[in-house]
């Protein structure tokens, strides 16, 4: 028998001893800990996890928020200010007009809603009502014919040359 080459060794070796290819990167811990010998490999990947958890606030933003709250009043309770203030009054304070005023209001109303109330579900109609389902169907180029108009699947008009 024909000695291997260092190649033919590789190939050989791998054969006998199959490697188990795994992504790391890609795999959920949760997937990884159901894999064979997942117990090692979901420690594996939770060890290369870096950074905060997801959702976490960030240090440095959750500082800048505290200080700026410590010097500042929240802009929130100027939204809220802004819009419950008697419209006229709003005006006089401001010199304008009681439609800018009222305008003003309803600009800060709208910021402020999303911290108060979820926002509404978007509703999505999906019986198909209404709908019309439009085909025009067109001869070949250069033969003459002309072109079949169906709408929901009846014929409405045909443009062929019959005559």
């Known amino acids: 028998m024909a000695e291997l080459t260092a190649v033919g060794k590789v ?11 795994v992504q790391l990167p890609l795999l959920p811990v949760e997937v990884a800990a159901e894999l064979p010998g997942g117990v ?16 976490s606030v960030n240090r440095a933003t959750a500082e800048w928020r505290d200080w ?16 419950s203030r008697p419209v ?3 005006a006089a304070e401001l010199r304008c007009t009681l439609l800018e005023a009222m305008q003003l209001q309803q600009r800060a109303a709208i910021e402020l809603a999303p911290y108060l109330h979820g926002k509404a579900a978007v509703e999505v109609n999906l019986t198909g009502r209404g709908l019309v389902g439009l085909t025009i169907v067109t001869g070949q180029a250069g033969d003459g014919a002309g072109g079949d108009l169906v709408i929901d699947g009846t014929l409405v008009e045909n443009q062929g040359d019959d005559a």
């Open 11 to 21: 190939v050989a070796e791998a054969v006998e001893q199959p490697a188990r290819a």
């Open 88 to 90: 006229d009054v709003l």
């Open 40 to 55: 090692e490999l979901g420690a594996a990947i939770e060890a290369r996890r870096r950074g905060r958890p997801p959702g």
């Open 68 to 83: 700026l709250l410590r010097r500042y009043r929240s802009p929130l309770e100027a939204l809220a200010e802004t819009y």
